[in-house]
């Protein structure tokens, strides 16, 4: 079975930088779009930044300017630069992925456990 595993989240100052990866473990054939959502304390979860295998990729106006997504499909992994930071982006940061396990299966959405994100002012 598919698992995104994460990493890179922690504690940071405002203004400080974390990134954040995220590749999908077990046997795959392909990965569609890739990207993070987060959810910060008392509001609802929210897309941050997804990219195709090929395209530009998409931002949430929060966000522009100071996260950066990327990706490597030889890895099939994606990452989250993320400079500037500030206290509002304290969140939980989920990665998710459409992931093709086989030739003949379709894309089936995964999640990640979710890696805390803390900013300190």
């Known amino acids: 079975q598919v698992q995104l595993v994460e990493s890179g989240g922690g504690l940071v100052q405002a203004g400080g930088s974390l990134r954040l990866s995220c590749t999908p473990s077990?046997?795959?054939?392909?990965?569609?779009?890739m990207g993070w959502y987060r959810r910060a304390p008392g509001k609802q979860r929210e897309l941050v930044a997804d990219?195709?295998?090929?395209?530009?990729?998409v931002y949430a106006d929060s966000v522009k300017g100071r996260f950066t997504i990327s990706r490597d499909n030889a890895k099939n992994t994606v990452y989250l630069q993320m400079n500037s930071l500030q206290p509002e982006d304290t969140a939980v940061y989920y990665c998710y992925a459409d992931v093709k396990e086989r030739l003949y299966s379709t894309y089936q959405e995964e999640w990640g456990q979710g890696t805390l994100v803390t900013v300190s002012s």
């Open positions: 990219i195709r295998t090929f395209g530009n990729p």
């Open positions: 077990g046997s795959i054939f392909n990965v569609g779009v």
